[in-house]
């Protein structure tokens, strides 16, 4: 049997060997967010069945909201900031742990004036997101703090 383990040195929220590469390639709404591949897409990873992934979103910067009918984990490990999840803006602090469930809406925002980093983990063979449209989200959401507070 071959031994694929192995240990990814980190250094300052980066991985030797690991590159950053660009939070995403379509046209959703999104800013100042990379991505780090960790684990389950590398030569040797396929016995994993979940992916792990780092994301760091700059200050000012937010993911794309979207949902999608995986659940997947999320753990901050740097700084903090908020998130909309489902129809509530939630604080985010370091060492949050947040689980996103099936068909959930969600978004990350680096809005207290620090970099937001955090592990996500999701299945490896997954659906694609869905991205709502301005519309939805009004109708969604309306005047709710979450409503305000997503980026479309």
Not at 18 to 40: C, W
Not at 88 to 108: A, C, I, K, M, R
Not at 146 to 151: T, V
């Amino acid at each position: 049997m071959k031994n694929n383990s192995k240990i990814i040195r980190a250094n300052d929220y980066s991985w030797d060997g690991v590159e950053r590469k660009q939070y995403k390639t379509d046209g959703t709404v999104f800013r100042d967010i990379e991505r780090y591949s960790l684990l389950g897409e590398g030569d040797g990873e396929l016995e994993l069945n979940c992916q792990t992934r780092y994301f760091e979103v700059k200050p000012g910067g937010y993911s794309s909201l979207e949902y999608h009918r995986h659940p997947h984990s999320v753990v901050i490990i740097r700084g903090k900031g908020s998130m909309v999840l489902g129809d509530e803006v939630h604080e985010l602090n370091l060492h949050d742990v947040v689980y996103v469930s099936p068909g959930t809406l969600h978004q990350f925002h680096a809005d207290r004036g620090e970099p937001l980093g955090f592990l996500c983990v999701v299945d490896r063979y997954r659906d694609k997101p869905s991205v709502p449209t301005r519309e939805q989200v009004n109708v969604w959401l309306g005047d709710s703090d979450a409503g305000k507070k997503a980026r479309v």
